[in-house]
T-cell receptor, first 111, second 117 residues
Framework: SQELEQSPQSLIVQEGKNLTINCTSSKTLYGLYWYKQKYGEGLIFLMMLQKGGEEKSHEKITAKLDEKKQQSSLHITASQPSHAGIYLCGADKNNDYKLSFGAGTTVTVRA | KAGVTQTPRYLIKTRGQQVTLSCSPISGHRSVSWYQQTPGQGLQFLFEYFSETQRNKGNFPGRFSGRQFSNSRSEMNVSTLELGDSALYLC????????????????FGAGTRLSVL
């Protein structure tokens, strides 16, 4: 079972459109990590959020962590085919180097 | 700097056999974590090693074991393989020196795809 709830499970977006993925925990998180995975391959680190209310951006991807540190969102602006893949949120719940992951969100970008 | 290297990339074994997977972390990283990824259960934590000591362990049977060498390279072993052990096994490394922040970002290898027949 997943300790982090990710939504939606999958989404299809037209190239150039925006998209948002959510990640929710019932517990306060020490750290929240976003990764991207191509099917059957390793995870690529995107961003890490630690502080309540924190927001980080890299290129066209923005991630936010809410004030209570229980929910995060990943927003992609003007999606491109290179944004296609599986996005996973991972969290360190107890500051013990063990990451728990959501089930992932599969993103398809249509030309 | 080279990334996390996992070998082999693919393995096919039969039930009852055992298997050893290898992971070389990013140079300077002393923490190595192992994860199992399956379609049904998603990504699940197996164990984490730091300076040759296991610091944390997930909820897997004793058939799953690991170790870390003095150069931080790590191996995991699965004995008496079962069909359900078929999965992508991922290794991740980090500085792992405590506290929050960039020191604990885990960087993943490409994984080893294990198929048990």
């Amino acid at each position: 079972s997943q300790e982090l709830e990710q939504s939606p499970q999958s989404l299809i977006v037209q190239e150039g459109k925006n998209l948002t993925i959510n990640c929710t925990s019932s517990k306060t998180l020490y750290g929240l990590y976003w990764y991207k995975q191509k099917y059957g391959e390793g995870l690529i680190f995107l961003m890490m959020l630690q502080k309540g209310g924190e927001e980080k951006s890299h290129e066209k991807i923005t991630a936010k962590l809410d004030e209570k540190k229980q929910q995060s969102s990943l927003h992609i602006t003007a999606s491109q085919p290179s944004h296609a893949g599986i996005y996973l949120c991972g969290a360190d719940k107890n500051n013990d180097y063990k990451l728990s992951f959501g089930a992932g969100t599969t993103v398809t970008v249509r030309a | 700097k080279a990334g996390v290297t996992q070998t082999p990339r693919y393995l096919i074994k039969t039930r009852g056999q055992q298997v050893t997977l290898s992971c070389s972390p990013i140079s300077g990283h002393r923490s190595v974590s192992w994860y199992q990824q399956t379609p049904g259960q998603g990504l699940q934590f197996l164990f984490e090693y730091f300076s040759e000591t296991q610091r944390n362990k997930g909820n897997f049977p004793g058939r799953f074991s690991g170790r870390q060498f003095s150069n931080s390279r790590s191996e995991m072993n699965v004995s008496t393989l079962e069909l359900g052990d078929s999965a992508l096994y991922l290794c991740a490394s980090s500085l792992g020196t405590g506290g929050l922040g960039a020191k604990n970002i885990q960087y993943f290898g490409a994984g080893t795809r294990l198929s048990v027949l």
